[in-house]
T-cell receptor, first 115, second 111 residues
Framework: ETGVTQSPTHLIKTRGQQVTLRCSSQ?????VSWYQQALGQGPQFIFQ???????GRGNFPPRFSGLQFPNYSSELNVNALELDDSALYLC??????????????FGPGTRLLVL | GNSVTQMEGPVTLSEEAFLTINCTYT??????LFWYVQYPGEGLQLLLK???ADDKGSNKGFEATYRKETTSFHLEKGSVQVSDSAVYFC??????????WGAGTKLIIKP
């Protein structure tokens, strides 16, 4: 069974640029969630996708957008990058979006640095 | 709104000491509660969870009990090892399926 994978592992961009991060979910999982983790802090929920539809969104501006594909892999796109977007971006997959204790399995993350 | 508060770190202990990391939460209803662990250089891993009041989650010698009356989910281990050194996160899942996280507690175990 393949776990959650993310690419790239590291990325350096400049302010104003756009970035796309990719995530492959664990086999059999139809739900993907994205999180932003600033250094020394807990993750912050960005959004969740379930069967190719956005299924919930945290307190992030519209320049953070996503996609989920028929194979349940996912992309996170960030436009007009700002310095504060520098963080570790985590993807997690689960069997369903259920809130009753459904375990989320995390990828290793993509570390984004905005200069 | 929903929130999770956990004790600030770092927590430094000697090997074989007893560990408690405090976690309290604020939430509407009865959310499921989780402890995740992040070992150095690795991704987040689920350590244990509890889905209803009085449930006890346990794994790898760690335990936490869902206490509705005190809105707490403290993490405990009777005898820690150097390999337990990591950052521990307490989290809850809200009605919108969002995981709400604490800030994390760094645990350092000295031989």
């Amino acid at each position: 069974e393949t776990g959650v994978t993310q690419s790239p592992t590291h990325l350096i961009k400049t302010r104003g640029q756009q970035v796309t991060l990719r995530c492959s979910s664990q086999s059999g999982h139809n739900t993907v969630s994205w999180y932003q983790q600033a250094l020394g802090q807990g993750p912050q929920f960005i959004f969740q996708y379930y069967r190719e539809e956005e299924n919930g969104r945290g307190n992030f501006p519209p320049r953070f957008s996503g996609l989920q594909f028929p194979n349940y892999s996912s992309e996170l796109n960030v436009n007009a990058l700002e310095l504060d977007d520098s963080a570790l971006y985590l993807c997690a997959s689960s069997l369903s979006p259920s809130g009753r204790g459904e375990t989320q399995y995390f990828g290793p993350g993509t570390r984004l640095l905005v200069l | 709104g929903n929130s999770v508060t956990q004790m600030e770190g770092p927590v430094t202990l000697s090997e074989e000491a007893f560990l408690t990391i405090n976690c309290t939460y604020t939430a509407t209803g009865y959310p499921s509660l989780f402890w995740y662990v992040q070992y150095p250089g690795e991704g987040l891993q689920l350590l244990l969870k509890a889905t209803k009041a009085d449930d006890k989650g346990s794994n790898k010698g760690f335990e936490a009990t869902y206490r509705k009356e005190t809105t707490s989910f403290h993490l405990e281990k009777g005898s820690v090892q150097v390999s337990d050194s990591a950052v521990y996160f307490c989290a809850l899942v809200d009605s919108n399926y969002q995981l709400i996280w604490g800030a994390g507690t760094k645990l350092i175990i000295k031989p």
